[in-house]
């Protein structure tokens, strides 16, 4: 390369480097020139800290609460919240808190509950076994309380001397040739007062007089009640023996009365046992009980179970799971809602990206999702990170106080709402 050729090379690569940085340092004056026309045009009221916002300082620094800058409050943010229902939040701010929101949807509530119960016998099957005569325990079987007992078996033996003199008299009557009327009227008076069919029959078959009876279990179940003892007198009023029925069992539960509204000809139950936490017990039949516990405001509800293989012991723990959907409603997240106390409300993104809050009321909450009846409308977008930062600056620039008032629920829309669910 000759050195004119060399000269002319250096000649350009200075000038192009002068040319880079005379660009430079024209375009970084132009922007920081705007960013100071920016500011300039700006007024600061004050400074805070975005988590106390009701703690104003005259100059920038460090919050002495949290290990954070303090934020500028400009004059036209407080222009902009004056002339409308929401509050304007400096964009780099919303950026930083993770701002996220989501849309109010219309659906149903789904709802997995689950509430402790107790096992019980069934009420509907018990039975009191009573000599019905007069009489003395001849013999008892070998039965306590708390043994199970079927249907038809024997307890105990009786001689009951009524019954003994009322047969003798129905066999007098027929030596003597006694009208059908007068005998069955001796054996209408048996059965009236306890006779066993089983013996009543045998002696009107075989025409010899029974002086043992037999009683007998009259239902299948558990013996809660025994006053049996070999060679004891026994009274017709007295109660010898309880037998109460398990099959079904019950279980019996309290929930909350705000479940009420779930109960209905299509609400499936189950029933889980600690006991036998592999298995999980179907629900037969269920039942409301017609009132509430007034110290508790609970409603008692009762469900029947089958147990065939008598696994199932009365006053064991169970657990009443409950799977239902709820009536179709506007239903948005639960962290998005602020609860004041005294009403909540939430706080919305409006058209032109200001934050607006508005009051809603809240029916019924179930897995993270709140149910309400008033205040939004499908498709809105609602804050639900970062919320409670856009709510204190609501506070300081009195959006709260802006918010729409909620119409009042009047007497006939709660009976025609109860109508509808129903």
Do not use: C
Not at 327 to 355: R, T, Y
Not at 380 to 409: C, R, W, Y
Request: proline content about 5%.
């Amino acid at each position: 390369m000759s050195l004119v050729n060399l000269t002319k090379l250096l000649l350009v690569i200075i000038l192009s480097s002068v040319i880079s940085i005379l660009f430079y340092r024209y375009f970084f004056v132009i922007e920081n020139i705007s960013q100071s026309v920016e500011k300039q045009e700006r007024t600061v009221l004050y400074w805070y800290d975005p988590m106390y916002p009701n703690t104003k300082f005259d100059q920038p620094g460090k919050s002495p609460f949290m290990d954070m800058d303090l934020v500028p409050k400009y004059a036209d943010e407080n222009l902009a919240s004056a002339n409308s229902k929401g509050v304007t939040i400096n964009p780099t701010q919303t950026q930083n808190l993770g701002l996220k929101t989501v849309d109010v949807k219309w659906g149903k509530l789904n709802y997995d509950l689950t509430f402790p119960a107790e096992i019980a016998f069934n009420d509907h099957q018990f039975a009191i076994v009573q000599a019905r005569e007069n009489g003395f325990v001849e013999k008892v079987y070998p039965f306590t309380v708390g043994e199970r007992i079927q249907k038809g078996v024997p307890i105990a033996e009786l001689t009951i001397p009524a019954w003994v003199e009322a047969q003798s008299e129905y066999l007098a009557l027929k030596q003597m040739n006694a009208s059908q009327q007068d005998l069955n009227s001796v054996i209408e008076r048996l059965r009236l007062n306890g006779m066993p069919e089983g013996a009543l029959s045998q002696f009107i078959k075989t025409g010899k007089v029974q002086t043992r009876f037999t009683i007998q279990a009259p239902i299948s179940g558990v013996i809660t009640a025994l006053n049996l003892r070999l060679g004891m007198n026994v009274s017709k009023e007295v109660v010898i023996a309880q037998i109460q029925g398990t099959d079904p069992l019950w279980i019996n539960a309290s929930v909350p009365q705000s479940v009420a509204e779930l109960l209905n000809q299509q609400t499936q139950f189950t029933v889980s046992i600690p006991a036998y936490p592999s298995q999980l017990f179907t629900v037969k039949n269920w039942l409301i009980l017609p009132s509430a516990d007034q110290a508790s405001r609970t409603i008692n509800i009762r469900t029947e179970i089958a147990d065939p293989n008598h696994l199932l012991k009365p006053g064991m723990t169970a657990y009443l799971n409950l799977v239902a959907e709820g009536n179709e409603s506007l239903l948005i997240p639960s962290q998005a809602i602020v609860d004041s106390g005294k009403e909540q409300h939430v706080i919305a993104v409006g058209e032109n990206g200001e934050f607006i809050p508005k009051r809603v009321r809240v029916l019924s909450e179930s897995q993270q999702m709140t149910a309400i009846s008033e205040g939004l409308q499908v498709g809105e977008h609602i804050v639900t990170q970062g919320i409670f930062l856009i709510d204190s600056e609501a506070n300081i620039a009195g959006a709260l106080a802006k918010m729409e008032a909620l119409p009042e629920v009047s007497a006939s829309s709660n009976h025609s709402s109860h109508k509808s669910q129903e």
